[in-house]
């Protein structure tokens, strides 16, 4: 479960987001720290520096008016800035109650003691439990006189602390919510992506398990994952089909051969029981037992030669062949028919035909079924002709009928096995000739007009051979 892609893929965009989040709320929440103590600072250097010219002006003043103005500037002070003001440094106000907290020097960091300038510290006050972020400003009487001390304005840190932590619960929620879309994001998406991969997980599944028909679906969208889907189902249909066509060339076989022996055991067995008083039954009846004994050789010699050329365990000898004369050789074993049907069978004889390096007998074996076929087919008094012909490095032998034609639909069909259209051939003729055309490097091209012929084109590689070695 844990192992699955659904959970993992969620997991991990949801990881992937939680730390971003976390990192993104960390660097605000420092932006944030910074900005506020630079701003709390300005503001205290502000005051400090405010304050400092109110005390020496209060100074110079009490100076000249008594101790009247030092306690108006001492309450006026107290009510503006609170407890938050300090001094060190010799009294401004000699006698005088200035409301002023004055600290000691070594509560302090020596260089606002030094009184040199401008200072910005943190300290924590004697007698106090909090530490302060504080700014100090030198006070001198005129302008350029020697500065007497200095005045400290302070903030506590934990008003600072106040300001950011609303930020951190704001930035909290935002990273929570942020992490909840996240999560039903990625989770959808892992859905999307990984629904059809368990659906093809499980068709695959099926298919391992022989299950052919299992399909998964497809979506109307042009991605990876449709894509694959679509070709799983391309070859789960191919793999269907080429198990229905082993189981019907199995059963195709069985019943082929199951029709001859079943003609045979009965004349066998009617002989054996003496059934025939008549020795001229006797015989016919034997002579209908030898027709289906060869019938069933050579069906069994052709299933044999299918099996072998379809696993590719078929030997060619190649030697030379002399193309025309293997065509006259076809032609004349057909002669004795085609007069007896007064077929007119013809001879386009080619004076250039080549002589080749190809399997001679297999090539005869092609030729003698395409012919079959022909006469098959082509009614007494028809025509049928044979020629060869070299053209762009192949050569093409030719066989025309005039039967009744191929129907297109019926065009690939009749090269599956045991597609016959009479009961009398096995209809694996034609599926021969064309793997044998295809084991000699060659193919099998058909052409067909219904109602007037049909021509089979054999199409073999003109790998000529070596002009022979004169002989002295
Ligand atoms: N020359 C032809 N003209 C018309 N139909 C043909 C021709 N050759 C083959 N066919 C069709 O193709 C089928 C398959 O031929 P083939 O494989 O040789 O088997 P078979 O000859 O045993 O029937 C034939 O039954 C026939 O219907
Ligand atoms: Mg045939």
Same mark, same amino acid.
């Given at each position: ?12 965009? #949801? ?23 630079? @701003? ?55 006698? @005088? ?45 005129? +302008? ?57 997980? @499980?068709?695959?599944?099926? %298919? ?38 082993? !189981?019907?060339? #199995? ?91 007064? %077929? ?9 035909? +080549? ?9 005869? @074996? ?32 030719? %066989? ?36 044998? $055309? ?7 091209? #058909? ?7 049909? !021509? ?9 051979? $070596? ?6």
């Amino acid at each position: 479960m844990l192992g699955s892609l659904r959970v993992r893929l969620p997991a991990l965009f #949801l990881l992937g987001i939680v730390l971003a989040g976390i990192l993104a709320a960390l660097i605000s929440l420092r932006l944030f720290q910074t900005y506020t103590r630079g @701003q709390s600072i300005a503001e205290l250097q502000r005051e400090a520096q405010g304050l400092s010219a109110l005390y020496a002006d209060a100074a110079l003043r009490a100076a000249d008016e008594g101790s009247g103005a030092i306690d108006f500037a001492a309450s006026k002070l107290e009510l503006a800035t609170g407890d938050r003001i300090f001094y060190v440094g010799a009294s401004l106000f000699p006698g @005088q109650n200035s409301g002023l907290k004055r600290l000691a020097e070594a509560s302090v960091p020596a260089k606002v003691t030094d009184l040199k300038g401008a200072e910005t510290f943190e300290f924590t006050p004697p007698g106090s439990s909090r530490s302060y972020l504080a700014a100090s400003q030198p006070v001198r009487l005129e +302008p350029d006189s020697e500065p007497l001390g200095a005045i400290i304005v302070a903030k506590p840190r934990t008003e600072l602390r106040d300001q950011w932590v609303p930020l951190v619960w704001r930035l909290g929620a935002a990273v929570l919510i942020g992490v909840g879309i996240a999560f039903l994001l990625s989770w959808w998406l892992s859905r999307k992506i990984t629904g059809p991969v368990t659906a093809l997980a @499980q068709a695959a599944d099926e %298919i391992a398990s022989g299950n052919y028909a299992v399909r998964v679906p497809t979506a109307h969208s042009h991605d990876e994952i449709s894509h694959l889907s679509q070709r799983f189902n391309d070859m789960a249909a191919r793999l269907a089909a080429t198990e229905e066509r082993e !189981r019907q060339f #199995l059963m195709s076989v069985s019943h082929e051969l199951r029709t001859p022996l079943t003609a045979i055991k009965g004349h066998v067995d009617a002989i054996r029981d003496g059934l025939f008083d008549d020795p001229e039954l006797e015989r016919a009846s034997l002579d209908v037992v030898a027709g289906e004994t060869i019938r069933l050789e050579r069906l069994v010699g052709d299933v044999l030669d299918l099996a072998k050329l379809n696993a590719h365990r078929f030997t060619v000898y190649p030697q030379e062949v002399d193309m025309g004369v293997l065509v006259e050789r076809a032609h004349a074993s057909f002669g004795e028919e085609a007069r007896r049907r007064e %077929i007119d069978f013809r001879l386009d004889e080619d004076p250039e035909a +080549p002589t080749i390096v190809t399997d001679g007998d297999r090539v005869l @074996q092609v030729i003698t079924n395409l012919l079959a076929n022909a006469f098959r087919w082509t009614p007494d008094g028809g025509t049928v002709s044979i020629g060869s012909e070299l053209v762009d490095g192949t050569v093409r032998i030719d %066989i025309t009928d005039t039967g009744p034609g191929i129907k297109p639909e019926e065009r690939e069909r009749i090269f599956v096995p045991f597609i016959s259209r009479d009961n009398h051939g096995t209809g694996l003729g034609l599926p021969i000739a064309r793997e044998l $055309a295809h084991a000699l490097g060659g193919g099998l091209e #058909l052409d067909s007009t219904v109602g007037q012929g049909s !021509r089979f084109t054999l199409v073999l590689p003109a790998a000529m051979a $070596a002009a022979p070695t004169p002989v002295a």
